[in-house]
């Protein structure tokens, strides 16, 4: 799928996640790259540094905003500075869609900090979407909701993940970005088929796909983001490009960062199975 | 279970601190027993009880808070020492949990939280109290807005009897009781080189900044925490200028803010114009003044003038 409405028509090739050590070689170097996520909160600030660099990278890259702490899924409402500050951002990247995960992670203005999973029911689905299409609105840009790693699920739970996914996407009519790092992680933990996720995803709605490393554990498995990518997440990854054609792919690599080189020759791998995939064959 | 009750059960056993070992704690939030609580609302599964799937959540959440405290306040944590840093840092986040979509704002409360909570700091009070508000500044100062600078066009708009200058967002004014700029850059310094360090290593810098610490004596010094070309530094000032600095910020006239400065100085008459002259060349040089954001009713009463 080169583009579709949930990455605003765009045909992104492999990008990776712009940290902070490997901001002197970038801006030295001046590597080709197709494209580099930022975290949106990272940036969300009045000035200094961050922002300085922040405007280098946009003068020679192109850059999409991902975030971590819109909280989708939190029942409480939208906080307006965050939205605030969001959008300053938006007009400042002009990132051509923006993610964040489809989890919750504040009660009460409480912050955790964290991607907690949802419990899968109706009501969470319809809250969600609503406050997807709310900070849609507000923003003005396409929204895409991401998957999250999970290590526990609810009892009150009425359908599975994939089916949760779809739910709020279909209600908020909004994109997907396809982690298929985190798909693999909650099959190990919860044991289902993660073949059956990504063939149960809607392939027209993928604006993105992450991949990533993970750690096992001797009971579960960890989403930690300091490892290469492991061949399970890579058939995964075949198997979605498969079904939503050539996407736009991010690498994250957050702990224990490599050279920049090496981060970048482990995104490129994605090639062997984006080339040749420019058209989507749904299947 | 509704979306928000079961969201606000998930959240108070997951912000519940952790055992000494770092583990969840067997007593649920509101008594009863952690492992009933968590099997009401979350699943089991072969490898994991209920409890043991909870933990996960309960124990990132700390690792990731108290990691953010000890990146966020190196020098109160020399002060300290580590293990009573940890401790306060898990009584603080418990009182007073972030507030904030970002954890940049994590310690934004901890000078107040420590001046109501004095028990933690009590040996060491007033040094704890100079050292935090440093590194609050620091953060500060390293992002804080910077307005567009001051330029000579726009001093010519204002009129000299009432002439105000602004004091750019970014730059912190500190009246402190120890010197500890030179305590902070000193504990920076060994944690920046830290990460070749062998155990001997780490345990010598341990030792050094310990000593940094019980060597340090009291001594008054104004600080202005500022940035150029993106880093930040601790510039020492004098008490006029930083009361000139302060008075200027407050929205006091020049005119105004130089006699407020020069109250109980003992700078001898005759240097003072001197003394003014230099202070405000340097600031000037430095970027600190920036251009003032016109009230409408400035705006309204200059063009009924024109």
């Known amino acids: ?283 | 279970m509704k979306l928000l009750a079961l969201q606000r059960a998930v959240a108070r056993a997951v912000m519940q601190p952790l055992t000494p070992s770092e583990r969840m704690q067997r007593k649920a939030p509101g008594g009863g027993r952690m492992s009933a609580y968590a099997a009401r609302f979350i699943k089991p599964n072969d490898c994991l009880t209920s409890f043991e799937r909870l933990e996960i959540y309960n124990r990132q959440y700390w690792f990731r808070v108290l990691g953010s405290m000890a990146e966020d306040f190196p020098g109160l944590r020399a002060v300290l020492g580590g293990q009573r840093f940890e401790f306060m840092c898990k009584a603080y986040l418990t009182d007073c949990p972030s507030r904030s979509f970002t954890l940049r704002n994590l310690g934004s409360h901890l000078e107040t939280w420590l001046r109501q909570n004095p028990s933690w700091i009590r040996d060491r009070r007033v040094l704890a109290l100079d050292m935090v508000r440093l590194e609050w500044a620091d953060i500060e100062a390293f992002d804080g807005q910077a307005k567009p600078p001051l330029r000579a066009e726009d001093l010519s708009k204002i009129e000299v009897a009432n002439l105000q200058l602004t004091i750019q967002p970014y730059v912190q004014l500190l009246e402190l009781h120890y010197p500890v700029d030179d305590l902070l850059l000193e504990v920076k310094h060994g944690d920046d080189t830290s990460d070749f360090g062998s155990n001997a290593v780490q345990e010598r810098r341990k030792r050094s900044k310990v000593r940094a610490v019980a060597k340090l004596e009291p001594a008054q010094i104004f600080l202005a925490v500022h940035r150029l070309d993106f880093s930040v530094y601790f510039r020492r000032i004098e008490p006029e200028e930083f009361a000139l600095l302060k008075a200027l910020r407050s929205g006091k006239t020049v005119e105004r803010a130089i006699e407020l400065a020069f109250r109980k100085s003992s700078v001898p008459l005759a240097d003072r114009a001197a003394f003014v002259q230099h202070s405000f060349q340097t600031w000037a040089a430095l970027g600190w003044f920036c251009r003032r954001e016109e009230k409408m009713r400035d705006v309204k009463a200059r063009e009924n003038r024109a």
């Open chain 1, 1 to 283: 799928m080169p583009g579709n409405r949930f990455n605003g028509f765009t045909d992104y090739g492999i990008g990776i996640g712009l940290r902070a050590p490997h901001y002197e070689h970038i801006l030295s170097r001046k590597p080709v790259v197709d494209w580099f996520e930022i975290i949106s909160e990272n940036f969300m600030i009045d000035g200094g540094r961050p922002l300085h660099i922040l405007d280098q990278i946009l003068g020679q890259y192109k850059v999409v905003q991902h975030g971590v702490s819109m909280y989708f899924g939190s029942a409480d409402k939208p906080d307006r500075e965050h939205l605030r500050r969001l959008k300053e951002l938006v007009k400042r990247t002009n990132t051509p869609w923006l993610s964040d995960h489809l989890c919750w992670g504040s009660v009460d203005g409480r912050y955790t900090h964290d991607l907690l999973p949802m419990p899968y029911t109706f009501e969470a689905a319809r809250v969600t979407a609503q406050k997807v299409r709310e900070v849609r609105d507000f923003l003005e840009i396409p929204i895409a909701v991401e998957n999250v790693s999970s290590y526990a699920e609810f009892h009150v739970s009425e359908m599975t993940e994939w089916e949760f996914l779809n739910e709020v996407v279909e209600q908020a009519d909004c994109g997907i970005l396809l982690d298929v790092n985190n798909i693999y992680v909650s099959s190990q933990n919860h044991k289902f088929d993660p073949f059956t996720y990504v063939n149960s995803v809607p392939a027209e709605r993928v604006a993105q796909i992450h991949i990533a490393g993970h750690s096992k554990f001797k009971k579960y498995i960890l989403d930690t983001h300091d490892h290469p990518v492991l061949d399970p997440v890579w058939k995964l990854y075949e198997r979605a490009i498969q079904r939503a054609g050539h996407t736009a792919t991010l690498l994250e690599w957050d702990d224990s960062i490599p050279s920049f080189q090496e981060v970048h020759r482990e995104a490129l791998k994605a090639n062997r199975f984006l080339a040749g995939r420019s058209l989507a064959v749904a299947v």
